[in-house]
């Protein structure tokens, strides 16, 4: 037994020591343009979830399957090994990074750091940035060199959205709601900007929120704001969904994101730096990091807890409409579409039915609906739905002895056809033997016919 863990171990150490052998040589630099150009993101002024570090993430939490522990002896976890746990729950997607902690009471990890006057962290680092160089193939016909860079912020904590932030008028659908329900919380968040570089040029920005993002082509004053050649984003209040401007901002079809000019960061003053190759699909370090750890990138698992059962006392659902006050935490970096053909991830999110009828409402309330209350409109489309079903049984009842005597009278057609098909064969099979056995017999036969 003791022979067994000391060969994991050797295995683990052997590891984790040509994870750093890679770190070490590694030649890549990231291009002085991917700096000179990287976002300034504004949070919202009174969002008290700012930008966390990522490591200290990590080590305020502890890794389950599911709900269930993973009971195994493991090195401490850190940001060199954490691809380890991989081999556990379907190759380390089932595994979810559970806060030691009961995260519904806000420990102040979750708080992560407020930016000071210059925009910096001093003690967190929040931001990974990832170049991925397109060159060769990927290039164009005028052999451009392309490169994306990912600049990824991360937050320890996410706040979903205020029931009460909603489009009217679907907020009189919670009229028993108060401000501060918020819905689709989750412990750990992911966002990300893209910025496309041809030939060392920015050509256009991505801003990941939501359902799918929007992107910016970089000459755009109507859509993107620079501050002096870097572009501006605004990081929407609680949710950090990234936005070209402040203000108001629907997502989901129906919710609000609200956005301002509050605290100033600059993410690439305190960051990781990476080179992705698309054709190994792996990650190293690179200037001027040169040295920061990988192993992290490669974890398949979720950076936050399970959503919590109904069973749990601090978990919540909105009636009708099944959204859960707690969520699961997100994947990370290499879950977002690191290779694309443009600005925007090539896979689509699926719209699901209530996203649908929600977008069939809102369409039709500014020249049907307006000024009708939306229980209304919900309790007649379902007055309609069950009329219409009751309409079909009640057709489907009365037709249906006359369509049941239709077929039988079909089939029974169809049986008398075949019998005198067979009948018709008979004969003649029975005259072509009686040619063949009595040809003047056969042809008396014919003689009298005619």
């Known amino acids: 037994m003791n022979g067994a863990l000391n060969s994991q171990r050797h ?31 504004w949070l919202h002024s009174d969002d008290p979830y700012m930008p ?66 210059t925009g910096s962290l001093r003690n967190s680092t929040a931001c990974a940035v990832v170049v991925v160089d397109k060159k060769g193939e990927d290039a164009d016909r005028q052999g451009q060199l392309v490169l994306d860079a990912f600049y990824f912020y991360f937050y320890s904590w996410n706040e979903g959205a205020d029931i009460l932030q909603v489009v009217p008028p679907l907020n009189k659908l919670f009229p028993d709601s108060k401000p501060g329900d918020h819905y689709g919380n989750h412990l750990g968040d992911w966002e990300h900007n893209m910025i496309r570089f041809e030939n060392g040029n920015p050509t256009g920005i991505y801003f990941s929120h939501h359902a799918g993002g929007e992107a910016c082509a970089w000459e755009d004053e109507a859509c993107l704001s620079k501050q002096g050649a870097r572009p501006v984003v605004f990081s929407a209040r609680g949710s950090h969904a990234n936005y ?71 978990q919540e659902t909105v009636p009708y409409f099944g959204l859960k006050k707690y969520n699961n935490g997100p994947n990370g970096p290499k879950f977002k579409h690191l290779v694309r053909q443009g600005l925007m991830p090539d896979v689509k999110e699926k719209a699901n039915l209530m996203k649908t009828l929600v977008h069939w409402y809102m369409g039709m309330y500014g020249c049907c609906l307006k000024g009708i209350n939306p229980w209304v409109v919900v309790v007649g489309l379902l007055v309609a739905l069950a009329a219409t079903i009751g309409l079909c049984v009640f057709t489907l009842r009365r037709v249906r002895p006359r369509l049941k005597a239709w077929v039988l ?42």
């Open 244 to 314: 070209p401007s402040e203000g108001s901002h629907v997502h989901d079809e129906a919710l609000i994101d609200i956005a301002d000019k509050g605290r100033r960061w600059d993410p690439v003053k305190r960051a990781y730096f990476y080179h992705y190759d698309q054709h190994s699909e792996t990650f190293s370090a690179a200037d001027p990091g040169g040295t920061d750890p990988t192993d992290w990138l490669a974890f398949n698992g979720n950076w936050g807890d399970k959503q919590y059962p109904d069973s749990d006392p601090r």
């Open 52 to 117: 966390s570090d990522i490591l200290s993430h990590v080590l305020h939490t502890a890794p389950r399957v599911g709900f269930e522990p993973i009971t195994d002896a493991m090195p401490l976890r850190n940001l060199e090994n954490l691809s380890l746990l991989n081999r556990y729950g379907r190759d380390g997607t089932d595994v979810y990074l559970t806060a030691v902690e009961d995260v519904s009471v806000f420990p102040d990890w979750v708080l992560g750091e407020t930016p000071d006057a």
């Open 409 to 450: 009278e079909w089939k029974e057609k169809k049986k008398r056809r075949r019998r005198k098909r067979k009948t018709d064969e008979s004969k003649d099979t029975a005259e072509v033997e009686l040619r063949l056995l009595d040809p003047d017999r056969a042809e008396a036969e014919d003689d009298a016919e005619a």
């Open 11 to 41: 295995e683990r150490l052997t590891f984790l020591a040509f994870c750093k052998l890679l770190q070490l040589v590694s030649s890549y630099t990231i291009p002085q343009y991917v700096i000179d150009y990287a976002p300034i993101i």
